[in-house]
């Protein structure tokens, strides 16, 4: 029954036939529409150096529009902000953001789902898990959570 079964999944066109079947691909794709800014400034951002004494700034443009290691004069501070991302985008950023174990991150997320009319109720979970994810992965980074703007 099993060679059967791998038979006609193999004459179907085989795992892409089975992606298609269960839609998979869409699913993934969904999850990973990404525009080529945000995936230019995320392998920038991949390939930059890093150290424990990080302080980090990560959010969207109203993060990625100041200069913040000229506004506080220090040389540590790194700026992840990234025009127009959201929660989703910014949990798909968190590895190398987290990477270094930073001294302290300074989170500001949100406004980009609020604008685009999310359900609160799921912005309010994906935010938490940002959360969680930053506090089980960098433990010992100072998080400082920013207040969203009112939109």
Same mark, same amino acid.
């Given at each position: 029954m099993i060679l059967v079964c791998g038979y006609v999944i193999f004459t179907k066109g085989g795992i892409e036939y089975l992606k298609a079947k269960f839609n998979i691909q869409s699913k993934i794709q969904l999850k990973q529409n990404y525009s080529p800014y945000y995936k230019a400034?995320?392998?920038i951002f991949e390939i930059m150096p890093n150290d424990t004494s990080e302080i980090i700034f990560f959010g969207s443009s109203i993060t990625m529009d100041c200069d913040w290691n000229e506004l506080f004069k220090k040389n540590n501070i790194k700026n992840r902000g990234l025009s127009g991302d959201k929660i989703e985008g910014m949990t798909n950023r968190l590895s190398e953001v987290i +990477?270094?174990?930073p001294k302290i991150i300074f989170l500001e997320a949100g406004v980009?789902?609020?604008q685009q009319k999310r359900a609160l109720k799921q912005i309010l979970n994906d935010y938490e898990q940002l959360v969680i994810s930053?506090? +089980?992965k960098s433990p010992q980074t100072i998080l400082y959570i920013q207040?969203?703007?009112p939109t």
């Open positions: 400034k995320k392998s +990477e270094c174990q980009n789902d609020l930053i506090r +089980e207040s969203i703007l």
